[in-house]
């Protein structure tokens, strides 16, 4: 992705901010355990040589409370529309939807997507913060 530094970025929501959004990201990704994807947990052995999968339901007391998720939903979910646009428009430009000379295009498209769903958008992103970096390197912030 090429860098488009030599252009001024007037942005409403503040590459500090979308740093914070970006370690929240990291955070919550860091958390999810792969060993319980997909509702199974490791080999139990039963009386014998039998083995079997024990899966869980999300039963509580396996259960942790995740407040980074909830922390990153709320601090998303505080965005003004035009701060909520950028921040998906730059997630954009960082996977590579818009090149960094396309903002204006990215923005537009970004603004006509309903703004009360973009936490769970832009939560849906497999590697949000990976792309919010990305997206913010290629506009220079």
Same mark, same amino acid.
């Given at each position: 992705m090429k860098r488009h530094r030599d252009k001024e970025w007037e942005l409403a929501i503040g590459p500090d901010t979308v740093r914070l959004f970006i370690l929240k990201a990291k955070a919550l990704s860091a958390a999810v355990n792969d060993d319980y994807a997909d509702g199974t947990e490791h080999e139990v052995?039963?009386?014998?040589?039998?083995?079997?999968?024990h899966g869980h339901d999300g039963l509580a007391e396996e259960?942790?409370?995740d407040l980074t998720?909830?922390? =990153?939903?709320? =601090?998303?979910?505080?965005?003004?529309?035009?701060?909520? $646009?950028? %921040?998906?428009? =730059? $997630?954009w430009i960082g996977r590579g939807d818009y090149d960094a000379s396309e903002w204006a295009d990215a923005l537009a498209a970004a603004r006509e997507r309903p703004h009360?769903?973009?936490?769970k958008y832009l939560?849906?992103?497999?590697? %949000?913060?990976?792309? =919010?970096?990305?997206? %913010?390197?290629?506009?220079?912030a």
């Amino acid at each position: 992705m090429k860098r488009h530094r030599d252009k001024e970025w007037e942005l409403a929501i503040g590459p500090d901010t979308v740093r914070l959004f970006i370690l929240k990201a990291k955070a919550l990704s860091a958390a999810v355990n792969d060993d319980y994807a997909d509702g199974t947990e490791h080999e139990v052995e039963f009386d014998g040589d039998r083995h079997d999968r024990h899966g869980h339901d999300g039963l509580a007391e396996e259960k942790t409370e995740d407040l980074t998720e909830k922390e =990153l939903r709320e =601090l998303i979910g505080d965005l003004n529309v035009d701060e909520a $646009a950028e %921040l998906v428009a =730059l $997630a954009w430009i960082g996977r590579g939807d818009y090149d960094a000379s396309e903002w204006a295009d990215a923005l537009a498209a970004a603004r006509e997507r309903p703004h009360r769903r973009t936490a769970k958008y832009l939560l849906g992103m497999p590697t %949000l913060a990976d792309w =919010l970096e990305e997206g %913010l390197e290629a506009i220079g912030a």
